[in-house]
């Protein structure tokens, strides 16, 4: 799977922005989808995940209540919309496609990277 992410950009505090994640190959409906961060000098942080097959969804605390997940398997995409973004979201995110769903907030569970699109918000 091939994965390539896209829609960050600057934003100012409070506004939003919505990311996606193409992916390539026929198999995207039988992977679990996950969206992580990784800030100048931090580690690599889960930030939502979504399963393959029941299409539950699980967010960082961090993000509960202003992040949304969600799939389309006919296209192929998985998107993230951010609402109410806050100066500490400002990160590069990465989409990321795994096999696993109980180990979803791990970065070492996941098999396909995206390239990372930076989002910056702005106090």
């Known amino acids: 799977v091939q994965l390539q992410a896209s829609g960050g950009g600057l934003v100012q505090a409070g506004g939003c922005l919505k990311l996606?994640?193409?992916?390539?190959?026929?198999?995207?409906?039988?992977?679990?989808m996950g969206w992580f961060r990784q800030a100048p000098g931090k580690e690599r942080e889960f930030v939502a995940g979504i399963a393959y097959i029941s299409e539950s969804t699980n967010y960082a605390d961090s993000v509960k209540g202003r992040f949304t997940i969600s799939r389309d398997n006919a296209k192929n995409t998985v998107t993230l919309q951010m609402n109410s973004l806050k100066p500490e979201d400002t990160a590069v995110y990465y989409c990321?496609?795994?096999?696993?769903?109980?180990?979803?907030?791990?970065?070492?569970?996941?098999?396909?990277w995206g390239q990372g699109t930076q989002v910056t918000v702005s106090s």
């Open positions: 996606s994640c193409a992916a390539s190959g026929r198999t995207f409906s039988s992977y679990n």
């Open positions: 990321a496609a795994s096999t696993s769903w109980t180990r979803r907030t791990l970065p070492s569970a996941y098999s396909y």
